[in-house]
């Protein structure tokens, strides 16, 4: 999330500043996010949170109790459980809890029919609309891995900023083909544009907290 305390970007920073920038990946076709059509399906894991995420989110939930039950009225009192992630390298994590929804359109068949449980019953995100709320950037309290997507941060085993594939999609096991690639926004489109364009105000929140120029990183490499 942009609210995220200067310590926390400082070890952003130092863990992604020098991270390799998969060229490749943003030159591909996208179509990008189309809420009414694909119905927030990249929110049917709930979400991965960034140090510092989690208490920031039990203090919203304090402050503003009374609006977040209006627009979210079945929010569990501790909306975050611990996980154990499979993939390329198994790590534990914090993630936002998610509840069941019927999405009313096909799945890719390894997907559940759930639903972070922050999401609202048009699939907004009820963080981003307090922050809207808040006269905040729409990013200001949805957490990093969210408004990034499908843009992934990759540590191990070398830091790199790209959009995965199906063939090296970081959570992909013998039982689970991948993620990313499977989220409408995320899946190569052959009529879309190219994904620095379609992602560029990702790429440019992003650069702000890596200090770096992506987007001009991005069009050097293009002849």
Known sequence: MLSMSEKDKAALYARFHDAALDIAAFLKNYQGCELCTCKAQCCYTGTVLQNGEEEIITDLMEQHAATLKEWLPKLPKVPFEEVELLGATTHACTMTKVRPHDYKRALPEHFDSTRCVFADSEGKCGLQRLSLQQKQHPWWY???????????????????????????????????????????????????????????????????????DLIAEIKAHIA
């Open 142 to 212: 949805k957490p990093l891995d969210c408004w990034l997507h499908p843009i992934r941060l990759i540590a191990d085993p070398k830091a790199m900023i790209t959009i995965p594939t199906e063939e090296n999609d970081p959570y992909k096991t013998e039982g689970y083909p991948g993620y990313t690639a499977f989220t409408p926004c995320g899946a190569a489109a052959k009529n879309g544009k190219p994904g620095y364009e379609v992602f560029s105000e990702e790429l440019a929140a992003l650069g702000n907290l890596l200090k770096r």
